[in-house]
């Protein structure tokens, strides 16, 4: 089945600092991925949806400035969190799909900013 | 090791027909345990989740899931269907290490 590699899957970083996070569609085009935020023990929540190409949509109460996402080609979408604090420590997720096809996950990102 | 079975992969039923969608899960004790559903084109929504308590759990759009540890499922139910529920449903849990697990969908066909 499709695979989606998400890298990396742990990361503790130094407040102030910024974060990328990989999310790669390894053998299929993804024309849409998503980004999740998942807190400990909660339901996800959905981020932002990116469209390669164009601007990722964000949800409301996301801060674009924060969550930096770009979707180069069709086969990669980053994360970056910018500046990042403690509450930014949090599980993140990515998602793959193509048009009308299934959803698939990245193995997700564990970020803990100290 | 930890992981999510979603037994079926596509299912096809009536509308107004009853649905069960299958959840499987392995573990040495009882994870969190969620339902979400996606539509087209959409992101993932949080239909249902269960931590303790009552095995029996409502959520949104007229879905219900049993959490029944003596088969380690929660499976997920809805007594008549309707078009609209058309979509890919999937099972997830939390194993105790805050990572969340998949299955890895159920596609659900509504015919007229």
Known sequence: GAVVSQHPSWVICKSGTSVKIECRSLDFQATTMFWYRQFPKQSLMLMATSNEGSKATYEQGVEKDKFLINHASLTLSTLTVTSAHPEDSSFYICSATIINEKLFFGSGTQLSVL | ?112
């Not at chain 2, 099972?91 to 290490?97: D, I, S, T, V």
Request: one cysteine or more; aromatic letters at 14%; proline letters at 4%.
């Open chain 2, 1 to 112: 090791a930890q992981s999510v079975t979603q037994p079926d992969i596509h299912i096809t039923v009536s509308e107004g027909a009853s649905l069960e969608l299958r959840c499987n899960y392995s573990y040495g004790a009882t994870p969190y345990l969620f339902w979400y559903v996606q539509s087209p084109g959409q992101g993932l929504q949080l239909l249902l989740k269960y931590f303790s308590g009552d095995t029996l759990v409502q959520g949104i759009k007229g879905f219900e899931a049993e959490f029944k540890r003596s088969q380690s499922s929660f499976n997920l139910r809805k007594p008549s269907v309707h078009w609209s529920d058309a979509a890919e449903y999937f099972c997830a849990a939390h194993f105790g290490n805050e990572k969340l697990t998949f299955g890895t969908g159920t596609r659900l066909t509504i015919i007229p």
